[in-house]
């Protein structure tokens, strides 16, 4: 579909993807995580783009098996929620994860 | 206002109280706190009563200040949302307030 097109789009081109909710503190969270490594993460807030919010939180449903946010995207690959993010960074895993894609 | 009064004796009557959102991950980490503690929380969905939850979720913010979940009240007094509860809980100021409030 021409969501499914979109997103795959974004996260090839951008090395860090968030898809989040303004009000929601794990999306908060998450981004701040990245902010405080010197990455700028692509936000999309699903939230904030009426009727096609709930439409792109579902795509992403089925592209990830995920439908909750945020929604993680590195180099390409899925890596899932806020509390799977933090947990890389505690193993010292998200690091290598964000060079390779060139996010720093 | 009714809603007002609802709020006071809720609060009055149960050592702990938890106005929670069903699908909000701070409002679960919250709960599970507790829970973890032994304590049973009384829970509150604002997000399963309809168009009341909107409306005790604005009384929430006169009497409280505080316009977000989760909003916790240990004793009949206003703790805060997950990260002030939390931050008492690893100082040990929560166990102390959960026993005045003869919540265990
Ligand atoms: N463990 C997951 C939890 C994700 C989660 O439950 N997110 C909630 C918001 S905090 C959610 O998406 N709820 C359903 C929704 O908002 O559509 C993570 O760390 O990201
Ligand atoms: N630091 C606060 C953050 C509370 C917060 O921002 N809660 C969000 C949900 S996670 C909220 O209520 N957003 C507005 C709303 O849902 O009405 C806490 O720990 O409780
Ligand atoms: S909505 Fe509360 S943590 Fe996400």
Redesign the interface.
């Known amino acids: 579909s021409r969501l499914e097109e979109t997103v795959k789009k974004t996260v090839d081109e951008n090395p860090v993807v968030v898809y989040s909710k303004t009000w929601?503190?794990?999306s908060s969270d998450v981004k701040s995580l990245f902010k405080n490594l010197g990455v700028q993460p692509f936000v999309i807030e699903l939230d904030e783009m009426g009727p096609q919010g709930p439409q792109l939180q579902k795509v992403l449903e089925e592209l990830t098996g995920q439908s909750t946010v945020p929604n993680v995207f590195i180099g390409g690959k899925h890596i899932g929620g806020?509390t799977d993010t933090l947990k890389l960074y505690h193993k010292g895993e998200l690091q290598p994860l964000l060079s390779d894609a060139n996010a720093k």
Chains 1, 2 share one sequence.
């Open positions: 929601c503190s794990y806020c």
